[in-house]
Every structure is written in structure tokens, then in C-alpha cells.
């Protein structure tokens, strides 16, 4: 799956223009158009019995106009740039858009996932309904600020999923911006996993990828989601990649998924892969 046109949600949060002009590398592997989504949420301008507050509309909207004309002033000289200003509520207004786009970027919420979820979580109903793949980040995170470019050293993580084998297929159309891929396979001792089934996932995603990037393999033991956070951190991964599914964000929503508990937790930027 080709890269070429990237939707950017945003609420103009600070590091965010830094992150975006992060994912210009792409150009490299045929990313042509950006476009960038700032959503009035409904509930700041409309209320059942108070009317429509348009003022505050207009006000919004011509704020945000100034930044993104700011923010078009250089993207635009990189690639095609255009920008969307609506009202509505931010995770319908993405889901609506997506089929338009190969990739969603966006900030991750800095509290907790889960309890964001029973607040009507804009992350979590994204990453529960997207068909599209989806990068999250911190934009506060020193780690998006440093001159290490956001794909070089890439972790991905696969239980032999097909949505982990979604995502490796991804790293392939990527690999001209990757130096290095840690393939990650974690063995869960509570569930008693066969370590040999992951031996196997592991040999058949390296042969996949070997012939385009560096690759090692690594089997891990223990709970996966911490694993795979402590292994990215320690090997100073730039970012972490795994597949996931909808089912995953609200059938495990009390356990919690691996795929949902990194992107919960991981100070470091999350490709999820549905």
C-alpha cells in the first residue's frame, strides 16, 4: 500500500506543525498531498435550547484559518497542501474522510486511554473503526523533537496476526525510509503460549523483510504490551508499529489489548495497522 496522500486531524496542539513537517520524509516512498482537519466540535457552538452560537463559529474558524494559512505557507512548498475547517464531532468527521487517504496521523491524548474511553474517547473510537492505518504521538515527547527521523529504527511487534501481517506489508512499501526493523514476538506466560509458533512468525516476517532492511529477530516472555514498550525504549526505537482491531477496543476494553495498552502508554510514536 502506497503512501501517497496523508490525513492530519489536528487541534493545533503544540509540537504538532513540528510532527507534521516529521512526516515529509515520506515524500520518499510517493507521499504527494497532506491535508489537514481542524473540527469546531459541535458541543462549543450548538446547544439544544441556547441556539447556535455563530460568533463563537466565526471566531474558531478565523483563528484557525490564520494558523493553517501559516502552516501552508512552507508545507505547500513540499507538497500539495489543503486544509478542511468544519464543525461536527472530530472522530466522525475522520472516519468520514478516510477512505480518501492512505494514512491518519494525530496526537495521542496525554491521559489515560481507557478512562478516555468511557468519555467518549476521539482516539479510541478511531482506532476502533478505521480501515485505514493510523500513527499516534506524544507531540510533547522530546523523542519527536530530536534529529532522529521518525522511521529509522522501527519496532514491529506480531503475534502472526492478519493485521500484523498488514502492518509488515506496510514496512515493505517504507523500507527506503527505514534503517533497521526489530521484529518483537512476545510469548505470554500467563497464557502458556508455544514458544516454536512464535519462532516460526518471527523467521517468516524476517525472510519478508531481510531482502529490503536490516532485520533481527527477538522472542521476548512476559506480558506483551510491557515487553514491547521496554524492549523499544531500551534499543532506542523511533517508533513501534503493530496491527490491531476494532474487536480489540471494546470486547478486551477491561483487560486491555496489547495493541491499545502501547498506545496507551508508550512515550514513543504508535503505527497501528487494522
Known sequence: ????????????????????????????????????LYVIEKEKVSFDYAGYLKDVEEKLRTKAEEIL????????KEVK????????????????????????????????????LFMGSTTMNIIAHATKPVLMAKFEEEVLYGERCLFCKVILATDGSEPC????????????????VDIVAVQNTKKKDDKSYYEQVVKEFA????????VDTHILSGTPSKEIMQFAESSGASLIVLGTTGK??????????TSHRVLEKSKLPVLVVP
Open 1 to 36: 500500500m502506497a503512501v501517497k496522500k496523508l490525513l492530519f486531524p489536528t487541534k493545533f496542539r503544540s509540537g504538532a506543525l513540528q510532527f507534521l513537517q516529521k512526516l515529509l520524509v515520506l515524500k520518499k516512498v510517493g507521499l504527494e498531498e497532506v491535508n489537514v
Open 69 to 76: 494559512k501559516e502552516w501552508g505557507g512552507g508545507l505547500s
Open 81 to 116: 497542501f489543503g486544509y478542511e475547517i468544519v464543525v461536527g464531532i472530530p472522530e466522525y468527521e475522520v472516519l468520514n474522510r478516510e477512505k480518501e487517504f492512505d494514512l491518519i496521523a494525530m496526537g495521542k491524548p496525554s491521559s489515560g486511554l481507557i478512562k478516555k
Open 248 to 257: 480489540d477496543a471494546f470486547d478486551e476494553v477491561f483487560i486491555g489489548s
Open 165 to 180: 501481517k498488514r502492518a509488515l506489508n506496510l514496512i515493505k512499501e517504507l523500507s527506503p525510509v527505514i534503517e533497521e
Open 207 to 214: 525472510e519478508a523483510l531481510s531482502s529490503v532492511v536490516k
